[in-house]
T-cell receptor, first 117, second 115 residues
């Protein structure tokens, strides 16, 4: 595709519901990242995939958060039993190479804004 | 752990004028990289400029330039000839040389360019 696509753009969930957020990276991109951006804050790293392998999940806030990329392309971020503090914009990014490095361009999607009521 | 601080929550500038956004960071590493990202209302983060810590020369990209002061751990962004399209959130970000993938962002500065 022309860019990184995320869906849905907006998601409203009742507290306790499970949600799934989708990311379609640029075709052929090896690396995929998820970031969480709370209101008025900068993005915070959640997790990193190299193809289908999840190499770093150190940023996931709790065991209610789970991410997968089973075929090395599309990725899904799942949040179980959502809480109000999960309300944020979830950004996905991809890059052509392993990692991203300082000289490789990182392409971001427009994010999913999750509101937990 | 590294931290990135942007002390200006909001800035404004008149069209065609110059504005400087501040960023300081804290790290014990000697090899790292610094970035400025722009986030317009579409929410899509766009890379503005990057700087390698081992390079003394300040990076420039058209109207955008940085003032990198390694000893002071300061990395400011200067925007010359400001345009209405520059209105956005600007985030300073740090990447460890040993990581090659994880970005640590500041809280951002909202820049408004007035006509």
């Amino acid at each position: 595709g022309a860019g990184v696509s995320q869906s849905p753009r907006y998601k409203v969930a009742k507290r306790g519901q499970d949600v799934a957020l989708r990311c379609d990276p640029i075709s052929g991109h090896v690396s995929l990242f998820w970031y969480q951006q709370a209101l008025g804050q900068g993005p915070e790293f959640l997790t990193y995939f190299q193809n289908e392998a999840q190499l770093d999940k150190s940023g996931l806030p709790s065991d209610r958060f789970f991410a997968e990329r089973p075929e090395g392309s599309v990725s899904t971020l799942k949040i179980q039993r959502t809480q109000q503090e999960d309300s944020a914009v979830y950004l996905c990014a991809s890059s052509q190479v392993e990692g991203t490095g300082p000289n490789e361009k990182l392409f971001f999607g427009s994010g999913t804004q999750l509101s937990v009521l | 752990a590294q931290t990135v601080t942007q002390s200006q929550p909001e800035m404004s500038v008149q069209e065609a004028e110059t504005v400087t956004l501040s960023c300081t960071y804290d790290t014990s590493e000697n090899n790292y990289y610094l970035f400025w990202y722009k986030q317009p209302p579409s929410r899509q983060m766009i890379l503005v400029i990057r700087q390698e810590a081992y390079k003394q020369q300040n990076a420039t990209e058209n109207r955008f330039s940085v003032n990198f002061q390694k000893a002071a751990k300061s990395f400011s962004l200067k925007i010359s000839d400001s345009q209405l399209g520059d209105t956005a959130m600007y985030f300073c970000a740090f990447m460890s040389g040993g990581s090659n993938y994880k970005l640590t962002f500041g809280k951002g500065t909202l820049l408004t360019v007035n006509p």
